[in-house]
T-cell receptor
Framework: TQLLEQSPQFLSIQEGENLTVYCNSSSVFSSLQWYRQEPGEGPVLLVTVVTGGEVKKLKRLTFQFGDARKDSSLHITAAQPGDTGLYLCAGAGLPMGPIYNQGGKLIFGQGTELSVKP | NAGVTQTPKFQVLKTGQSMTLQCAQDMNHNSMYWYRQDPGMGLRLIYYSASEGTTDKGEVPNGYNVSRLNKREFSLRLESAAPSQTSVYFC???????????????FGPGTRLTVL
């Protein structure tokens, strides 16, 4: 059972379309991060959200943290082929369980593989 | 700065063979991590080291051992490889974000391991 559920797992769209990726949990996190991973490389941090209801924008990407800090979304406007990659959400500060409730450790969702076709 | 480096990039093992995956970071980070990535399962934490001289188990530690050799280096050892350990392995190091109770993790390029 994934503590962080991402949906959809796969998304194939045409250039110029909009899309939203969701990251949901029944647990409260102190913060949530979004990473992007390109083929053959490690994930790279895009954003960290820490306050319930927080919205952050990174060019055409909009990230939102749910009011209850249990979920997050990533919205991409006018997607481009360069947006293609694996998007991973990761939660920090999980209040239950000994592994993830301290400091820098993160729990990752299973990822959303995005393909944007020209 | 090279960031986080991993060797080797690719490896094929036979069942029962052993090997060590090497990781080094030049960012003076205290915390380091080993993950495995399998299709549809995201990244799962194998072991982590909060500081030089300390290591702790993560979510999936069985079949692995680690050594935090010094502040820069954190190695992962498979004593007797099994086909279930076929995966992509990522090393990461982290630094605390200013004013927040969370870290930014910096990942290496990964090691693609196949166990036959």
């Amino acid at each position: 059972t994934q503590l962080l559920e991402q949906s959809p797992q796969f998304l194939s769209i045409q250039e110029g379309e909009n899309l939203t990726v969701y990251c949901n949990s029944s647990s409260v996190f102190s913060s949530l991060q979004w990473y992007r991973q390109e083929p053959g490389e490690g994930p790279v941090l895009l954003v960290t959200v820490v306050t319930g209801g927080e919205v952050k924008k990174l060019k055409r990407l909009t990230f939102q943290f749910g009011d209850a800090r249990k979920d997050s979304s990533l919205h991409i406007t006018a997607a481009q082929p360069g947006d293609t990659g694996l998007y991973l959400c990761a939660g920090a500060g999980l209040p239950m369980g000994p592994i993830y409730n301290q400091g820098g450790k993160l729990i990752f969702g299973q990822g959303t593989e995005l393909s944007v076709k020209p | 700065n090279a960031g986080v480096t991993q060797t080797p990039k690719f490896q094929v093992l036979k069942t029962g063979q052993s090997m060590t995956l090497q990781c080094a970071q030049d960012m003076n980070h205290n915390s380091m991590y080993w993950y495995r990535q399998d299709p549809g399962m995201g990244l799962r934490l194998i072991y982590y080291s909060a500081s030089e001289g300390t290591t702790d188990k993560g979510e999936v530690p069985n079949g692995y051992n680690v050594s935090r050799l010094n502040k820069r280096e954190f190695s992962l050892r498979l004593e007797s490889a099994a086909p279930s350990q076929t995966s992509v392995y990522f090393c990461a190091s982290s630094v605390r974000l200013a004013g927040l109770n969370t870290d930014t993790q910096y990942f290496g390029p990964g090691t693609r391991l196949t166990v036959l």
